[in-house]
């Protein structure tokens, strides 16, 4: 009997005990969320504080570097080079020697000038005895018999003759015109200039221009003196420079050619490098948010703003941006606290966690 009645009771307290276990994590599943799963829905944001500044309107274009001086050094006079004494991409000074030609050839054509010149004098001195005067005497000698007396003699054409032995003797030596940077130099010696379309190529490195196309649309806001910020593709530095021209024509394409010069500080910029270029035009104070500070919302432009722990969701208008802000025309005012990260997911209302201090 006794152990029957111990049987029986066993189940039903195992019964029991599984009933209050139940009962205990229902009431357990309908007890109120602890304070730290509460903090866990609050989103964290960041916030600025809006105020009017000025606002860095950009026109980004693509622009090809080029020097704003620049010359091909030709060869002047034809002959054999006898020396080279530049080579590319070395530093030359106005009037360096850059190479030498033979100058036989040109020596012997001016002492033969020379010659012919004097020989010349003497027949003009004879003719000016004829008529009664002598070489002396020249600024006395009536125009019209002083005339006659120079073509007779043939002392113009020698003179001329002299002049242009002259002037060939003096470019078997080439100089440069100006301080610069060698380039294009393939010339050897012991080559006739012949097997060369030109000696070399001399460029000013100093002072660089950037040459870039605009949209007809967007040339009217350029003008000459407005600042540009190029950075090169090969590398992150920006360079700094203002329009010099704005291209009076509009191509076939609907652009327009604008040029500006930049300081090639520390020679970064090289002749026909490609670059990135950004025309900036400063607005006055403007009300303007981070790019992305502005979230689509049911086809429209919003911004959320932070009030009292809430994200509140506002409707705005927006005006130019450049790559980094945009203005806000209208639905934002001075002093409000703008979201400008932690807004993709908001709604209006949505709890938010400021975890900055507004820095303006």
Same mark, same amino acid.
């Given at each position: 009997?006794?152990?029957?009645?111990?049987?029986?009771?066993?189940?039903?307290?195992?019964?029991?005990?599984?009933?209050?276990?139940?009962?205990?994590?229902?009431?357990?599943?309908?007890?109120?969320?602890?304070?730290?799963?509460?903090?866990?829905?609050?989103?964290?944001?960041?916030?600025?504080?809006?105020?009017?500044?000025?606002?860095?309107?950009?026109?980004?274009?693509?622009?090809?570097?080029?020097?704003?001086?620049?010359?091909?050094?030709?060869?002047?006079?034809?002959?054999?080079?006898?020396?080279?004494? $530049?080579? +590319?991409?070395?530093?030359? @000074? =106005?009037?360096?020697?850059?190479?030498? #030609?033979?100058?036989?050839? /040109?020596? *012997?054509?001016?002492?033969? $000038?020379? +010659?012919?010149?004097?020989? @010349? =004098?003497?027949?003009?001195?004879?003719? #000016?005895?004829?008529?009664? /005067?002598? *070489?002396?005497?020249?600024?006395?000698?009536?125009?019209?018999?002083?005339?006659?007396?120079?073509?007779?003699?043939?002392?113009?054409?020698?003179?001329?003759?002299?002049?242009?032995?002259?002037?060939?003797?003096?470019?078997?030596?080439?100089?440069?015109?100006?301080?610069?940077?060698?380039?294009?130099?393939?010339?050897?010696?012991?080559?006739?200039?012949?097997?060369?379309?030109?000696?070399?190529?001399?460029?000013?490195?100093?002072?660089?221009?950037?040459?870039?196309?605009?949209?007809?649309?967007?040339?009217?806001?350029?003008?000459?003196?407005?600042?540009?910020?190029?950075?090169?593709?090969?590398?992150?530095?920006?360079?700094?420079?203002?329009?010099?021209?704005?291209?009076?024509?509009?191509?076939?394409?609907?652009?327009?050619?604008?040029?500006?010069?930049?300081?090639?500080?520390?020679?970064?910029?090289?002749?026909?490098?490609?670059?990135?270029?950004?025309?900036?035009?400063?607005?006055?104070?403007?009300?303007?948010?981070?790019?992305?500070?502005?979230?689509?919302?049911?086809?429209?432009?919003?911004?959320?703003?932070?009030?009292?722990?809430?994200?509140?969701?506002?409707?705005?208008?927006?005006?130019?941006?450049?790559?980094?802000?945009?203005?806000?025309?209208?639905?934002?005012?001075?002093?409000?606290?703008?979201?400008?990260?932690?807004?993709?997911?908001?709604?209006?209302?949505?709890?938010?966690?400021?975890?900055?201090?507004?820095?303006?």
């Amino acid at each position: 009997m006794w152990g029957k009645g111990y049987i029986t009771i066993l189940p039903v307290c195992v019964i029991l005990v599984l009933t209050a276990s139940c009962r205990n994590r229902q009431e357990q599943s309908l007890s109120p969320l602890p304070p730290a799963a509460d903090s866990a829905r609050i989103i964290g944001v960041e916030t600025e504080r809006l105020s009017p500044e000025p606002f860095s309107l950009e026109i980004v274009s693509n622009g090809k570097i080029q020097s704003a001086r620049k010359a091909v050094i030709p060869f002047r006079v034809e002959g054999i080079i006898t020396g080279v004494f $530049a080579e +590319n991409g070395r530093r030359v @000074t =106005a009037g360096q020697l850059l190479a030498t #030609l033979e100058t036989e050839k /040109y020596r *012997l054509a001016l002492e033969k $000038a020379r +010659n012919e010149l004097e020989r @010349t =004098a003497l027949e003009m001195e004879n003719l #000016l005895l004829g008529f009664g /005067y002598t *070489l002396s005497d020249s600024v006395r000698v009536p125009p019209a018999q002083w005339n006659t007396v120079l073509v007779q003699s043939g002392y113009n054409q020698a003179l001329t003759a002299f002049r242009e032995a002259e002037y060939n003797l003096s470019h078997t030596r080439i100089t440069a015109p100006f301080e610069g940077v060698v380039a294009d130099l393939w010339a050897e010696p012991y080559n006739h200039t012949s097997a060369y379309d030109f000696f070399c190529t001399l460029i000013d490195v100093q002072t660089m221009e950037v040459v870039f196309p605009v949209l007809e649309s967007e040339a009217g806001g350029i003008d000459p003196g407005m600042p540009v910020r190029i950075v090169p593709y090969a590398g992150e530095r920006a360079i700094r420079g203002r329009v010099t021209t704005v291209n009076p024509r509009v191509d076939e394409h609907g652009l327009v050619t604008v040029t500006a010069s930049l300081e090639n500080t520390g020679n970064i910029l090289m002749e026909g490098m490609n670059v990135q270029v950004t025309v900036e035009e400063v607005l006055p104070a403007c009300l303007s948010v981070p790019r992305n500070a502005v979230v689509l919302r049911q086809g429209r432009q919003v911004v959320f703003t932070f009030h009292n722990g809430l994200a509140l969701w506002n409707y705005v208008e927006t005006g130019p941006e450049n790559s980094h802000r945009i203005v806000i025309t209208a639905g934002l005012e001075e002093g409000m606290e703008v979201i400008v990260s932690g807004n993709l997911n908001l709604a209006h209302e949505t709890p938010v966690v400021r975890r900055n201090l507004p820095d303006k």
